[in-house]
């Protein structure tokens, strides 16, 4: 009976998996889905911090590269540094959630959305005083 029981247990694991990852596609298109892991796994930890991420967004070719840098600038506050003949943005900033949701639907042409997470690093309280 208790076979039964824990094979029970396994396929509802794997059942609600599933419903994550579709929940994954319909709320956030695009966005990788161990990004979007990793963003819970540390708000979970603790819910009080923006984390920061090093976020990569993908596009078709031959957008207007300054349409979509004003688009994420005007989504996020933050200009992208553009690479891959203007197919590939990327930015280091605090994220969250609604931060991934912004990004993805700053222009149509977004294909993918990736990032991993970069610490806390450069985000220190002021070290310096002026005299």
């Not at 009080?48 to 506050?77: P, Q, S």
């Amino acid at each position: 009976m208790s076979n039964k029981k824990e094979v029970l247990q396994t396929e509802d694991l794997i059942l609600k998996f599933e419903e994550f990852q579709n929940a994954c596609r319909t709320i956030l298109p695009g966005v990788n889905r161990h990004l979007i892991e990793d963003l819970i796994l540390h708000q979970q930890e603790n819910p009080n911090i923006e984390y920061m991420y090093k976020i990569e967004t993908f596009t078709r070719k031959g957008i207007d590269v300054n349409k979509i840098k004003k688009a994420i600038l005007d989504k996020i506050g933050m200009v992208p540094e553009v690479y891959d003949d203007g197919t590939h943005y990327v930015v280091n900033q605090k994220l969250t959630l609604e931060t991934l949701r912004q990004i993805v639907q700053c222009d149509h042409n977004i294909l993918e959305v990736r990032g991993e997470y970069i610490g806390n690093v450069g985000l220190k309280e002021s070290e310096h005083k002026h005299k």
